[in-house]
């Protein structure tokens, strides 16, 4: 049996820092204010008081400037002298809800504010309450030169195989991975030393053989949680414990925590897994309009980059480097976990809506200087794509502008009507909360109250009690696909609505489009090999594309799909009353969060959901099936005509395309979810560059199976 005289134990005083939650954020930063008031009061006055961690995101800092900005040079002064830890990221997101071009801005807009604040960022990827982690977050932060990441939820059952600190891996990369132990909050709201002392001994029974396991000698202690201010008597409590159990207390940064990697365990794939804490991946439906808000926004943020970018390429305009940059600040801002997630007073919810609103202002005023006034159509993908536009069908080569010009669209007819059989919209009552559904009764299926044909169109009534749906299928020449728009009335509360595509091929696994990566799942969780605090759930999360077997769905900004050997379901609208219900849902057994009436979180009103359906997905690779996503979210825009000044060759996918850091020259950024090596061939000289485009790298145009690649080029 494990003996706390067997460690070594870094305590870390922080504070975890929800800017909006269950108060809106103008009182949470009022709070702010105060809580590093006592920070820097507590830093400044006791030198034993080593260090406070700021919560891994430096939009503390920007926010807290903003309430005392008569305290600016206190607070560079101690971040000079390395007793404040501060980033890596600009806030803490939802990792698995927002793109994968969101995560790194988010990271280089994070070491931006650092440095301007006159500090490197933390070199721990630090990232306490994210509900769960997308399969590459480990390349995403080796990219940026962190090697550890410090963690709390997603663990499951892989805690038996790799324990509670392992390699993870996402080839060609990888980090080790520190579960908290468990949570961020184990060292939290002391009273004293004896009290401290039994929070000791139940960490080391509960995790020091994991630990020993490990090869490691050293526990993290978390001295704080949501909104705590600081314990001035913390040093003195340290004290006590040292004598008491013999073992070495330090203050310190988790940066200053890093286990070697000799010989861990390795560990691929996501961690969504709710074995230790509460997952919460039923936010994937809460408030589904702040899905599609974020999912349009990012698209067309990435979109007006691009052809910025690509006007650069031709030397025709300057890159507005700060309009964009001041745009994916305001995006990154509407992304922390409690934010986009849904699951947060209404009044945040209605902010958000704003953010969005204001954004796009911004985006009206950089489209039009980034894509002239031209009447060319023009294409920022580069993959050659047909879309409807004004009435009739355009096709257009990758990366660029043309006038429309007239086109006899061939390709498939598919057959409306026995599209329409294969959809069930279905809805269940819904007793949980805007962190977890929970079924409270049967699944009712809609009724069928007309059909009727509108041109090459097939329009769908169903009606369920309090709800009514419009479902418009069409089949557009030149497109290997059939869209969907499906328009609600709903006055229901408490209830999910989805729609069942079937399909009758029985595959047995599915693959989903997540950040930089096609993901493979199996049809249902395996069952635990232990009790967990939140059981496993049936539903999962897609960036956009859905494949089963043959049958793939396209969805834009809609999120959750459950897939079974029947087919796949799309959850449409789900609308619930509270942020937290008390603890005892069989869904969730512990509570998330303070049961706070959330009237908006029943998504009363109109809702437009769009999504399509392909039948070629056992021909699509994993590259072919995350483009054929991208084809069909983004439109083309409209400026001036040009020719083509890049060309992207290869079975990869396109992220990015925009003008570098440091603003010598663009970054191209593409990435291969394949499972087999690929090879991108380029029309312009450029060189691999590392992710935070702080390095060259020795890479070349072969990207390895999941691999992520940055090219510089010059201009």
Request: glycine share 10%; aromatic share 6%; proline share 7%.
């Amino acid at each position: 049996m494990a003996e706390p005289s067997d460690f070594r134990f870094l305590v870390v005083p922080h504070t975890h820092w929800d800017r909006e939650w269950y108060l809106p954020f103008e009182q949470f930063r009022l709070r702010l204010g105060a809580v590093v008031d006592g920070v820097l009061d507590t830093l400044e006055r006791d030198a034993s008081f080593t260090s406070f961690t700021l919560d891994g995101q430096a939009i503390v800092l920007e926010d807290y400037v903003d309430v005392r900005p008569e305290n600016e040079a206190r607070l560079s002064a101690l971040l000079a002298a390395g007793r404040l830890e501060v980033g890596p990221s600009y806030v803490l997101p939802d990792e698995i809800l927002v793109g994968g071009e969101a995560l790194v801005r988010n990271l280089l807009l994070g070491r931006r504010v650092c440095r301007r604040f006159g500090v490197e960022p933390s070199s721990a990827g630090y990232l306490p309450d994210s509900f769960g982690h997308p399969a590459q977050l480990p390349q995403l932060l080796a990219g940026f030169g962190i090697r550890t990441l410090l963690f709390s939820r997603g663990l499951g059952d892989q805690i038996e195989d790799v324990g509670v600190v392992f390699r993870w891996r996402a080839r060609p990369a990888e980090v080790v991975a520190c579960q908290m132990l468990p949570h961020y909050d184990n060292f939290a709201r002391l009273t004293w030393f004896h009290d401290a002392e039994e929070r000791v001994r139940a960490i080391v029974q509960r995790f020091g053989e994991l630990v020993q396991r490990a090869g490691g000698d050293q526990i993290v202690l978390a001295n704080g949680s949501d909104h705590l201010p600081v314990e001035p008597e913390l040093p003195e409590i340290l004290a006590g414990l040292e004598e008491t159990l013999g073992a070495p207390f330090r203050i310190g940064r988790y940066e200053e925590y890093a286990p070697q990697p000799d010989e861990l365990p390795v560990y691929e794939g996501e961690l969504v897994g709710s074995r230790l804490q509460n997952l919460l991946r039923g936010v994937n439906s809460a408030r589904i309009y702040l899905k599609q808000a974020n999912e349009r926004t990012e698209r067309r943020l990435l979109s007006i980059e691009t052809a910025a970018a690509l006007r650069s390429l031709r030397r025709e305009a300057a890159y507005p480097a700060a309009d964009l940059r001041l745009a994916w600040r305001d995006l990154l801002r509407n992304h922390p976990h409690d934010s986009i997630c849904g699951c947060s007073c209404d009044e945040v919810h209605r902010d958000m809506l704003v953010r969005y609103q204001q954004l796009d202002r911004t985006l009206d005023l950089v489209e039009r200087e980034a894509l002239g006034v031209g009447g060319a159509f023009v294409n920022v993908l580069p993959y050659r794509r047909c879309r409807p536009v004004d009435g009739g069908i355009v096709e257009l080569a990758g990366f660029c502008g043309r006038r429309p010009e007239p086109f006899v669209a061939g390709g498939e007819r598919f057959d409306l009507e026995a599209i329409a059989e294969q959809l069930v919209f279905e809805d269940e009552p819904d007793i949980g909360d805007l962190y977890t559904f929970c079924p409270g009764g049967e699944t009712r299926p809609a009724e069928l109250v007309s059909s009727r044909s509108e041109g090459a169109a097939l329009v769908l009534e169903h009606e369920l009690p309090g709800i009514r749906i419009e479902t418009t299928i069409r089949s557009i020449p030149g497109l290997d696909r059939v869209e969907l728009t499906s328009i609600l009335e709903n006055e229901a509360e408490g209830h999910r609505l989805r729609v069942l595509v079937r399909s009758e091929e029985g595959a047995g696994e599915v693959r989903a489009e997540s950040q930089f990566a096609v993901v493979r799942r199996a049809l249902a969780p395996p069952p635990p090999r232990a009790e967990w605090v939140e059981p496993p759930v049936r539903t999962a999360h897609t960036l956009g594309s859905v494949a089963l077997g043959s049958l793939v769905l396209l969805t834009k900004g809609l999120p959750e799909y459950e897939a079974s050997p029947g087919g796949l379901r799309l959850t449409l609208l789900r609308g619930v009353g509270t942020i937290s219900r008390p603890p005892g849902l069989p869904t969730r057994p512990t509570a998330a969060g303070p049961d706070i009436a959330t009237p908006d979180g029943q998504c009363r009103g109109r809702h437009v959901l769009e999504y399509a359906l392909r039948f070629d997905g056992d021909r699509l690779s994993d590259a072919g099936l995350v483009r054929a996503g991208q084809d069909y979210r983004t439109d083309f825009l409209r400026g001036d005509p040009f020719e083509p000044p890049l060309a992207v060759a290869g079975d990869v996918v396109f992220s990015c395309l925009k003008q570098a850091e440091d603003g010598d020259g663009l970054v191209l950024r593409v990435f291969n979810p394949n499972p087999q090596p690929e090879t991108v061939t380029l029309s312009v000289p450029a060189r691999r560059i590392r992710l935070d485009e702080e390095q060259d790298t020795a890479a070349g145009h072969v990207l390895a199976p999941g691999e992520i690649a940055t090219f510089r080029i010059d201009l």
